[in-house]
């Protein structure tokens, strides 16, 4: 029985890190460039980020090889900022653009940047583990209107759900 449960657990574990159908990670991905502060531009509405406005993630190495993750939003309803401290790890090679990322304790979910401004880290394409997860990330608090067409495009190939994206405040 023992036995059981820790496979059982494992399976579980593990389905939290996988890639969507048809979403490929990013090659040649440059961890150092991808470091610091990214406004989310647009996202799929789910719990952990319901109601945030002015969101932002900053990532910094950590001293065991990994990254830090800060993540930080404004609750209107609230009037108040909440934050949550992860931490992300790549699944495979550190020049692929698949990480997973835990914001609590052992449990860990995809973080795959899919697309990417790879001259200027200046735009992502991230998803989780399925097409309830995406986000678009920018260094900047706006973005042009044209990568904002390329992202929803190449999502809604993907299967995500783009009529249902969230257009993040950032004023």
């Not at 653009?97 to 200046?122: A, C, M, R, T």
Request: glycine share 8%; with cysteine; net charge positive.
């Amino acid at each position: 029985m023992r036995t059981f449960l820790l496979l059982f657990l494992s399976l579980i574990l593990i389905g939290c890190i996988g890639v969507p159908k048809g979403v490929v990670p990013v090659k040649n991905f440059d961890e150092t460039k991808y470091l610091g502060k990214w406004y989310e531009i647009a996202r799929l509405d789910h719990s952990f980020e319901r109601g945030l406005s002015r969101v932002t993630a900053e990532y910094e190495l950590r001293s065991d090889g990994g990254i830090k993750v800060v993540n930080r939003g404004f609750s209107v309803a609230e009037n108040r900022w909440k934050e949550a401290d992860g931490k992300a790890y790549f699944v495979k090679a550190s020049n692929e653009g698949y990480l997973k990322v835990s914001f609590f304790g052992p449990f860990y979910g995809s973080y795959i940047v899919f697309d990417l401004d790879k001259e200027n880290y200046q735009y992502a394409f991230v998803s989780g583990q399925n097409t309830s997860y995406l986000w678009l990330l920018s260094r900047t608090p706006t973005i042009s209107k044209e990568v904002i067409e390329r992202f929803i495009t190449k999502s809604k190939a993907l299967g995500f759900d783009t009529n249902s994206l969230i257009f993040v405040e950032q004023n």
